[in-house]
C-alpha cells in the first residue's frame, strides 16, 4: 500500500484592490449582479461572471425553485450562458462572490462540488484552464489558476 497526498495552491489578496485589474473588474461584475439573484426562498445570494477569450465578461446568479433540487448555482448560469452565447470562446477566468442578508460572510464562498465539476468540464471542453476568484461580502479574496485546483481527480469525459 502506498499513500499520497494531494495538495492544492492559491493566491490570496487581502483586498480586492491588491488585484489585477481585470480581476478586479470581474469580481466587481460578480459582486454587481447580486442585485439580479433569484434567491426568495434562502435569501443566499449569488454572484458570478466570466471573462471570455475575446475580454467580453459576462454576469449571472443563482436561480432558487420553490422545488429545492431545481436550484441553478451561479457558476452554472453564467458558464452555459457564456457557453451557448459565445460557443467558440474559451472562458479565461470566473469571480463568484456570495452574500447572506442574514450575516456578513467574511471569507470566500466556495463553489459547491457540483459547479467545481462544471467549471472542469468548461476546461475539458476548451482545452483552457479557468482562474477562479473567489470573495465573500468582504475579506481576502483567494484566487486559483484552474478548476482543477478546486477538484483534485475530476471525473472528466475519459472515462466515457
Ligand atoms: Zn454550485
Do not use: H, W
Request: proline letters at 8%.
Amino acid at each position: 500500500m502506498k499513500k499520497y497526498t494531494l495538495q492544492t495552491e492559491f493566491a490570496m489578496y487581502e483586498s480586492p484592490e491588491d488585484l489585477p485589474e481585470a480581476d478586479r473588474a470581474l469580481l466587481f461584475l460578480a459582486k454587481k449582479s447580486l442585485e439580479n439573484a433569484y434567491a426568495p426562498y434562502s435569501n443566499f445570494k449569488v454572484g458570478a461572471a466570466v471573462l471570455l477569450d475575446n475580454g467580453e465578461m459576462l454576469g449571472g446568479t443563482n436561480y432558487e425553485n420553490a422545488s429545492y433540487p431545481l436550484c441553478i448555482c451561479a457558476e452554472q448560469t453564467v458558464l452555459t450562458t457564456a457557453a451557448n452565447r459565445f460557443p467558440n470562446l474559451p472562458a479565461l477566468a470566473i469571480a463568484v462572490t456570495v452574500k447572506n442578508p442574514k450575516l456578513v460572510i467574511d471569507r470566500p464562498g466556495p463553489p459547491c462540488g457540483a459547479c467545481r465539476q462544471v467549471i472542469c468540464e468548461t476546461e475539458m471542453k476548451n482545452r483552457q484552464s479557468i482562474r477562479v476568484i473567489l470573495q465573500g461580502e468582504t475579506g481576502p479574496v483567494y484566487v486559483f489558476e484552474s478548476g482543477k485546483d478546486l477538484l483534485p481527480l475530476a471525473f472528466d469525459g475519459s472515462y466515457l
